[in-house]
């Protein structure tokens, strides 16, 4: 079946015919058949150069050898077994060695799990109930994180989803990125609040990158409140390089969450910090915390392979540094929009300069995103379909692959 038909049939199984809402492109969306490398094949026969690698978790290229031996040859050893494997050991060391905050780690299924969990740590540590969470910030679909604000710089959460409680929205505040200011001043008149969470580059609504010292003024007023500073690392860990943004801005949060790239592609996430706080997680502390598939030999395989090539390659990470650059100067300055990238994440934006927080993002003109996004897939370049979708680059992206990419942009914008 083609694409079309495809969808079709899928919207009347699964709502909106997708299993993530991002993935539900207008009219609709191609399928993949397969891919490799930075290539993905469609069932429509068509190949695409892929910018979206799976939103990030495919730092090395699609079904890269060594992680594909990883996997297969651990499947061929059973995938699941509910008892400790020595691999957990193995992961976890490459973790709490590459990043300077995490003296402990725990697996989980996905990067909303580690958040999830990385909160209700905080709050059993801390004994107090609330948090602050980034305007536009994303960290998984649970209720706890997925509240947006208002309007302003500051507001109490409203619930961005039917079905999260007004109750439970209240106990999470907003700020707005760039704006320490602004979470000095909800701590100063809020005892109650147990941890801020963000993310150190904001990575689902561009990339926005931190201002100079902003990170640096974030940590020292938590410490100074005594709230626990949670790192959101889910796309930054081993991203910007190894040890995340933590190691690149050298910033250190109290809990950091981990997922896409450290599961080498398949299902992951990964919550660490300081060991008196990881102490109090289940069974050693009164913080439950469970998964059936937590810590499963399959993802922890393909992570410590993926981890471990970046280990013994470190070069790709100035390669694909020098590959955004490239492509930001092949762009070069343009009426309508500005270009933004750090390491190997890289957006175009429609706005004439580049966002400092969620708000400015939001004033792209969307409209003439998808005009181009629709352009680009045409010449063959499939990029994340959403103005607020970061772009990725993988270390399976050639020279030919770069260039082709700004002819496509140039043509396109
Ligand atoms: C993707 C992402 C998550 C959620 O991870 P899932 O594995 O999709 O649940 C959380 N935080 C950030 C910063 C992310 O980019």
Not at 3 to 23: D, H, M, Q, W, Y
Not at 113 to 120: K, N, Q, V
Not at 152 to 157: H, K, R, V
Not at 342 to 366: C, L, Q, V
């Amino acid at each position: 079946m083609k694409s079309e038909e495809l969808f079709n049939r899928a919207k009347e199984l699964i709502p909106g015919g997708v299993s993530s809402p991002v993935r539900a492109i207008r009219p609709y969306p191609f399928y993949t058949q397969r891919a490799k490398g930075a290539k993905i094949c469609t069932v429509d026969g068509t190949e695409l150069t892929d910018y979206c690698m799976g939103y990030g978790p495919l730092i090395l290229g699609h079904a890269h050898p060594d992680v594909l031996d990883a996997i297969s040859g651990q499947a061929r050893d059973g995938w699941l077994y509910g008892t400790p494997v020595a691999l957990e050991i193995g992961l976890a060391g490459l973790i709490c060695g590459d990043h300077p905050s995490i003296d402990m780690c725990r697996f989980v299924s996905s990067g909303s799990e580690a958040t999830m969990s990385a909160i209700r740590l905080a709050r059993g540590y801390t004994g107090k109930k609330k948090i602050i969470k980034i305007e536009g910030g994303f960290h998984g679909a649970h209720d706890a994180v997925l509240i947006r604000a208002g309007s302003g710089a500051t507001t109490l959460g409203i619930p961005d989803s039917a079905g999260v409680l007004p109750e439970l929205a209240a106990q999470t505040g907003q700020a707005a990125f760039n704006d320490a200011e602004a979470i000095e001043s909800l701590l100063s008149g809020d005892n109650d609040v147990a941890a801020v969470i963000m993310e150190p580059v904001m990575g689902n609504i561009g990339p926005i990158l931190p201002e100079d010292g902003y990170l640096e003024e974030v940590r020292k007023i938590t410490r100074e409140h005594d709230v626990l500073l949670i790192f959101d690392e889910v796309i930054t860990g081993y991203r910007l390089g190894i040890g995340g943004a933590q190691k690149y801005y050298n910033v250190i949060p109290d809990l950091t969450t981990l997922g896409k790239i450290c599961g080498g592609g398949l299902p992951i996430g990964i919550f660490g910090g300081r060991r008196e706080i990881m102490d109090m997680i289940s069974p050693s502390g009164p913080v439950y915390q469970a998964g059936t598939f937590s810590g499963n030999p399959l993802s922890l395989s393909a992570g410590i392979s993926q981890i471990r090539c970046l280990h013994e390659n470190p070069g790709i990470y100035n390669r694909l540094s020098e590959q955004t650059r490239m492509i930001g100067e092949g762009i070069g300055e343009r009426g309508n929009g500005s270009f933004v990238s750090i390491g190997s994440m890289f957006k175009f934006f429609f706005r004439d300069s580049p966002p400092g927080d969620y708000f400015r993002a939001k004033e792209s003109d969307t409209e003439a995103f998808g005009r181009f996004w629709r352009k680009m897939l045409e010449k063959g370049i499939f990029l994340p379909p959403s103005q607020f979708e970061t772009n990725f680059l993988s270390a399976a992206h050639t020279e030919s692959d770069i260039e082709q990419l700004i002819s496509a942009y140039v043509s396109c914008l």
